[in-house]
């Protein structure tokens, strides 16, 4: 099986890298405005002469972000960032999936953010989940490399098995769903289609230290840079309300990630996994008994045996 599992994966990377090798030599190659549409301050983006890098800027005025134009329900979601190099305490650049347009208190959402820092110091990388508004599922890692120096790949697999977070391959947090209530249970986002979401914001009250380093404006503008997007995914179209769910949002196991190899870690990304819960987690809300002196249900499933 875990062998199997690997070959699809590596199917699915394979067909990313010959879809983005092909766009690339085309007439046509896919430019940020084919996929997205910028939210915030117009100015504040930069393109790259070919249309494939994409610059998001923050100053003492204001930040910016954009969002994809179509939304989707469950797949693989996969970016390249490089983050605001040198000074950047204060500052978060966030990568996100969200039901919303805006935050609205009922939304579902899957977060990477990415926390400033002095230089120097181990750039942070905090997730979290919510589900119907409701979310406080923080972790908290410190990147082993340091993502300011060239472009690394975070990405996000999501099926109605579980929500795991990866960075470049390496599965850093596994977010399971219930296999007893898939549907009912109080935690996992499975009905929302969401958009993808990007932004460079000043967060100085709570990024770095907790509040206590604050933004060094002298040093803006800070930059976070974006290429290579990819979603191997359900897209539900954008209409108005009332629109029918595409087929793909049923569990029909006609796409790689909606098939029993990504239901579940293979030994690898087992492993792999394990070494950055020893090495390079900062905290877990699981084990914060101060926020929660009962654990949330969900943290009891880690362990539980693999969906079938």
């Known amino acids: 099986m875990g062998s199997r599992r690997r070959d699809l994966l590596a199917l699915a990377a394979a067909a990313a890298v010959l879809l983005l090798s092909c766009l690339s030599h085309g007439a046509s190659a896919a430019s940020f405005g084919d996929d997205f549409e910028i939210t915030g301050a117009e100015d504040h983006v ?54 919303d347009l805006d935050a609205a208190p009922q939304r579902d959402e899957l977060d990477f953010e990415f926390l400033g820092n002095r230089s120097g110091q181990p750039y942070i990388i905090q997730t979290n989940v919510y589900h119907s508004g409701v979310g406080g599922r923080e972790m908290r890692h410190s990147l082993w490399f340091d993502p300011t120096a060239d472009f ?15 960075v470049d391959k390496v599965p850093i947090r596994v977010y399971p769903n219930d296999a007893s ?47 290579d997007f990819a979603a191997d995914a359900c897209s539900w179209p954008v209409a108005d309300s009332g629109s029918a769910a595409p087929a793909c949002a049923a569990a029909t196991g006609d796409s790689w990630w909606d098939q029993p190899p990504a239901w579940a870690l293979d030994e690898a990304q087992r492993l792999d996994n394990a070494w950055v819960g020893r090495n390079v987690l900062i905290y877990d809300y699981c084990d914060d008994r ?13 362990n539980a045996p693999a969906a079938s």
């Open 46 to 99: 930069k393109t790259s002469a070919d249309g494939q890098t994409w610059y998001l800027y923050l100053d003492n005025k204001t930040g910016v972000g954009f969002q994809t134009k179509q939304r989707y329900l469950f797949g693989w979601f996969s970016m390249k960032l490089k983050l605001v190099g040198n000074d950047s305490a204060g500052v978060v650049t966030a990568y996100y999936m969200c039901s």
């Open 152 to 166: 690394h790949t975070y990405a996000m697999l999501w099926n109605p098995k579980h929500i795991v977070f990866f």
């Open 181 to 227: 209530k898939p549907t009912s249970n109080g935690f996992f986002p499975i009905a929302k289609p969401m958009y993808i979401f990007s932004s460079i914001w000043n967060a100085d009250d709570w990024a770095t230290r907790g509040g206590l380093e604050k933004t060094d404006w002298a040093k803006a503008p800070f930059v976070s840079s974006y290429r």
């Open 290 to 302: 101060k926020r929660f002196p009962t654990p949330p249900e969900e943290c009891a499933l880690r």
